[in-house]
């Protein structure tokens, strides 16, 4: 009965220690410059009717996905501008943008960008370390159908010469 019982009070305690209701305030991990969760609605869901609404949802068109970088020194680092144009009916609010590596930082509009407004997301690419071909992708999160996108950089890292 004693087995029986610590397990319940274990389990109990584990539980507990697993909610993450944070009613408080940003979470410490969370960065500050994303916006609110409550702010990213997209007006076309599955409680809207019937597709009426399709027209009013922002949508990315980038004038390219990939950017090739082509031969890169490791070591250094080299950026690219993803311009894009918002071609949807409505504002369109980047939640996040995260490089799929720690060498692939990603600066994006944190302000809406109405329809038909256009804007950039940077991209910096830090080869130290790295040798050979690169392929590196950044995902957008938005309040866009779908609600994320991917954009990627490629170039093929070469030894510095001693």
């Keep these: 009965m004693k087995s029986v019982f610590s397990i319940f009070i274990i389990s109990a305690l584990f539980f507990a220690?697993?909610?993450?209701?944070?009613?408080?305030?940003n979470s410490t991990t969370e960065k500050k410059d994303k916006l609110p969760t409550d702010l990213i609605n997209n007006p076309a869901t599955a409680s809207a009717d019937s597709g009426k609404n399709k027209d009013k949802v922002p949508a990315f068109r980038f004038d390219v996905e990939t950017h090739d970088f082509g031969s890169i020194t490791e070591g250094e680092k080299v950026s690219y501008a993803f311009k894009f144009t918002n071609v949807g009916g409505a504002d369109l609010l980047i939640r996040d943008a995260h490089g799929s590596c720690g060498c692939t930082i990603p600066d994006y509009p944190k302000t809406p960008i109405p329809a038909g407004g256009q804007g950039v997301i940077n991209v910096t690419f830090n080869s130290e370390g790295k040798n050979g071909m690169q392929h590196k992708e950044v995902t957008i999160v938005a309040n866009t159908i779908p609600n994320t996108k991917v954009i990627v950089i490629t170039g093929e890292v070469v030894p510095q010469k001693k």
């Design 17 to 25: 220690s697993c909610n993450n209701n944070n009613q408080g305030g």
